[in-house]
Each structure stands twice: as structure tokens, then as C-alpha cells.
């Protein structure tokens, strides 16, 4: 089994576990060994375990005591209600910290690769902590004294049609006042016609992640930014105000610098601290086909 450093844009520069000729398989890993290292790293790529979709559902669900509810609008994978598909199309996806806009924040996301492209499709990784760290202090400054306040519209059951929802909502529907019992939720209400909540909710955009206590800037700004993200109607600091252009211009060009990208072999998977991390993708050629897997881990169990 070989083990070295991914890259020195990270801090700490993340984690390679290369499976070779002679080393055991997956299975044969110390849970307690991995959990270690990914307190110290964050993110651990596995490669050359050549693992099949069973298997890698068995490896997460070691180190997952409740799994998140992913985006009504992805399909089921491998007939695992677990493993869902990444989004659809073609396009980038901006970097962010999954479902990082809601309440329902997972702790780990698992990615597994059955069929890797060549030259485009690549998932794209920043580490929070690094972006934090090279921001201007007048900026770090800007976000810890700002939330952000995300205005939400989410399905409470499956759909793969936000504009649907979206057009129903300027129609004249009864709203019902409800509670959503998170902090920083406000202002919620349900529709049980249509199944869906629309409702505020405020995060800060530097956080620490739960296992490296370190500050890092992790979150859904840019998506929110770009308007990629379907359950985003529309967002602005906690103090009413926009995030000033210059700032918006140093987090796109920042995080540009520092993000690493993935090229996967088929068989691989990594494991990322969402609340560390955060992930896109780059555009895919019409000319590749590329498949990919996502697995939310809203709760961890280590040993």
C-alpha cells in the first residue's frame, strides 16, 4: 500500500492511498487508521482498489451513521436509494460545499468513478482552509461579521423539475406558516399542494470544519453568484447589502488558483470533508462519456 501527498495547494497537501500488486484490498483497511487520516487531510483519494459499486457503498457506509437527503432532481444509481447520480449535462459546475445553503449540511462526500473521462469532465476540488488563509484580511473581516442569507425554495419530495415549482409559486397558492427547527431559518412556509417549503436561511460563509479545527472558507457563494443552483431563488448578506464586486472577483480568482482537478481511473473514489472542501466540475465534452457517483454522509461514525 502506497501513501503520498496529492498536491501543495492543499494545506496540508491531502492524501493518496494506492492500492499496488502486493497490498490487501479495501476491506482489509484500518477504519481506525482512515479515520485518523482524514481528521489530519480532509481528502483521501483511493486509487488502483479497482472496487465495484457494492463495495464501495459498504466502504462508506462503515463511517456514516446517517446519510443525507440528496437533490430530488438526481436518479438513484445501482438500485442503492444511497448512491445517487452527480448532475446531469455537460456544463461547469462553480466550486461549493454540498447543500452547504440549507440545514441539512453533510459532514462527507464520497465520489466514485465507473467510467472516468479523458480530456474534460474533471471534478474540481479547493480546500477552504488554503482559500481562507491567502484572502485579504479586509475580506476575512467582510465574512465574519456577515452571514449570508440564502432565500430557499426546496421539494420535499422527488422531482427532477425546479422550474416547475418555480412557475407554480408566482400562481396564487395557499402558503401555510411552518417551522423549520434550525437556527438560522426564518420566515418559513410549506405548500402540502405543491411539496415545497420556501424559507430563509443564514450561514456564515468561514466556518470550522468539525474535524480540523481550522477556519476555512467553505460554502455556496459561487453557485448562488453564477445562479446554478435551482433551490437558490436569491441571496444577500445578513446586513441587506450585496458582496461587494472586488470581493466576488478576489473568491472567483482565488479559488480558481488554488483548485486541483481530479482525473479519474475507473474504480476510484475519494472521500471529502464537505465542510472543509468544496467541489465542482469542469465542463464535459460532447465527445466524452464520463459517469460518476455521489454518496452524503449527513453524519459520520468513526471508531
Given amino acids: 500500500m502506497k501513501q ?12 493518496i492511498i494506492e492500492k499496488n500488486k502486493d497490498s490487501d484490498g479495501i476491506k482489509k ?20 482498489f479497482k472496487i465495484n459499486n457494492a463495495d464501495f457503498f459498504k466502504f462508506t457506509d462503515a463511517y456514516t451513521l446517517k446519510y443525507a437527503n440528496d437533490a430530488g432532481r438526481r436518479k438513484v444509481k445501482f ?6 447520480s452527480v448532475d446531469l449535462g455537460n456544463k461547469e459546475i462553480p466550486l461549493h460545499s454540498e447543500a452547504s445553503f440549507s440545514p441539512s449540511w453533510p459532514e462527507i462526500i464520497w465520489f466514485y468513478c465507473s467510467i472516468p473521462s479523458v480530456k474534460s469532465g474533471f471534478t474540481t476540488v479547493v480546500d477552504g482552509v ?39 409559486i408566482k400562481k396564487k397558492i395557499k402558503l401555510k406558516p411552518w ?4 437556527a438560522g431559518t426564518s420566515e418559513t412556509k410549506i405548500s402540502l399542494k405543491e411539496s415545497f417549503i420556501k ?4 450561514r456564515y460563509a468561514i466556518n470550522s470544519s468539525s474535524k480540523f479545527q481550522k477556519p476555512t472558507f467553505c460554502n455556496h457563494l459561487l453557485p448562488a453568484i453564477y ?10 448578506m445578513s446586513n441587506g447589502k450585496v458582496i461587494p464586486k472586488k470581493i466576488v472577483d ?10 486541483y482537478k481530479i482525473k479519474w481511473k475507473k474504480g476510484d473514489f475519494c472521500m471529502i470533508d464537505n465542510r472543509r472542501f468544496m467541489h465542482g466540475r469542469t465542463k464535459i465534452s460532447t465527445q466524452e462519456k464520463r459517469e460518476m457517483s455521489v454518496v452524503q454522509t449527513l453524519i459520520s461514525k468513526f471508531y
Fill in 29 to 48: 483497511l484500518s477504519q481506525k487508521k482512515i479515520a485518523e487520516t482524514f481528521y489530519k487531510y480532509g481528502f483521501i483519494y483511493f486509487k488502483n
Fill in 250 to 259: 478576489e473568491i472567483k480568482n482565488l479559488t480558481t488558483e488554488l483548485s
Fill in 227 to 236: 445562479r446554478d443552483e435551482p433551490q437558490i431563488l436569491d441571496f444577500k
Fill in 199 to 202: 424559507t430563509n436561511f443564514s
Fill in 130 to 168: 488554503k482559500v481562507y488563509e491567502n484572502l485579504k484580511l479586509s475580506t476575512k473581516k467582510f465574512f465574519l461579521a456577515n452571514q449570508i442569507k440564502y432565500k430557499l425554495l426546496i421539494p420535499y419530495k422527488k422531482t427532477e423539475n425546479q422550474k416547475k415549482i418555480k412557475i407554480n
Fill in 4 to 15: 503520498y501527498s496529492i498536491s501543495n495547494k492543499f494545506f496540508n497537501d491531502g492524501l
Fill in 79 to 84: 438500485n442503492n436509494s444511497k448512491i445517487m
Fill in 179 to 182: 417551522l423549520l427547527p434550525f
